[in-house]
């Protein structure tokens, strides 16, 4: 592998250990699926477009691709603020089978405020998919796929970001503190 960029401190999951975890969560979710014969999947934007594009390439199942943005006013490193919808679906899911994917759950705060919105437009079912979860003790939400479970630390690549950079690295890697204490 290529060497780590200055600004990150270790490799936390590789580019191979993604792909391979990402093929067996499509795997575990076709064969979920499999009876009910439809999937509306929901990715929340800006972070889960990469995880998603590879989760919903690898099923066997017919789906639908949709997307919702959500942005934490006030997030800093230690807390995520407060949650707002900025793009909203572009159809209604009442009656629906819907799985909204994540890249990550950090405090939950993001998901539980999803959870209780969607859950008001009445869908058939209503299941959660996020890539990582973060290390909390606190931590009490419904995630019915997970890819890993990461310490509590700043993590970018495959879609997580630091102001709005490292999006497209293919691994997940720990942040330098001196680059988002500075
Ligand atoms: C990130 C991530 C989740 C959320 C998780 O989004 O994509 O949506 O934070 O954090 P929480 O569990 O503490 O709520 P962010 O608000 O940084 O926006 P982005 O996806 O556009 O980067």
New binding site residues.
Partial sequence: MAKLHKDLQRLLISEEAIQGRVQEIAEEISRDYDEIGSLYIIG?????FIFLADLARELSIPHVVDFM????YG?TASS?GE?RLVMDLREPITDKHVLVV??????????NYLLKTLSGRKPASLKTCALVRKERESLDIQLDYLGFTIPDVWVVGY???FADTYRTLPYIAELKKTVYSA
């Fill in positions: 929340i934007l800006k972070g889960a943005a959500v942005s934490s997030k995520s949650v994540e890249d990550i759950v950090d405090s939950g705060q993001t998901l879609g997580l970001d």
